[in-house]
């Protein structure tokens, strides 16, 4: 019976000194999230494009950030949410306005989102 016992105290040892030495896992918010946004509308205004998005109560602007492509004809525009949106209130649409250059507003525009339907 006393070597079971000093057998399990060198694995909870050897255990908790392998835990210590493992890289810590990094946190969600410490990574970029970097996900193409589905977009539940958008509309073309003077300072430069509102986008419909779903917000669970922490979704602001700055949580965004816009990818832009010339073509041929024009741009093609991604919307990326670089965090993701943690807090848990009930979903519901947000409007957050994308600035524009005055360049890009006369071009061909072509937003490459998923559009949704509002749930």
């Known amino acids: ?36 946004e589905n977009l539940f509308g958008f509309e073309m205004v003077s300072e430069g494009i509102e986008v419909k998005v ?20 024009g741009y093609d525009l991604s919307i990326i949410r670089r965090t993701p949106d943690r807090c848990r209130r009930a979903p519901m649409v947000e409007t957050i306005l994308i600035p524009l250059d005055q360049s890009m507003r006369n071009d061909h525009l072509r937003v490459l989102n998923p559009i949704k339907v509002k749930p």
């Open 54 to 73: 779903i917000s669970n109560g922490c979704t602001k602007a700055q949580n965004f950030y816009s990818e832009w492509r010339q073509t041929s004809v």
């Open 1 to 36: 019976m006393k070597i079971l016992e000093q057998l399990a105290l060198f694995f909870t040892f050897a255990v908790a000194i392998l835990g210590c030495t493992l890289p810590a896992a990094e946190s969600g918010e410490s990574k970029q999230y970097n996900k193409l």
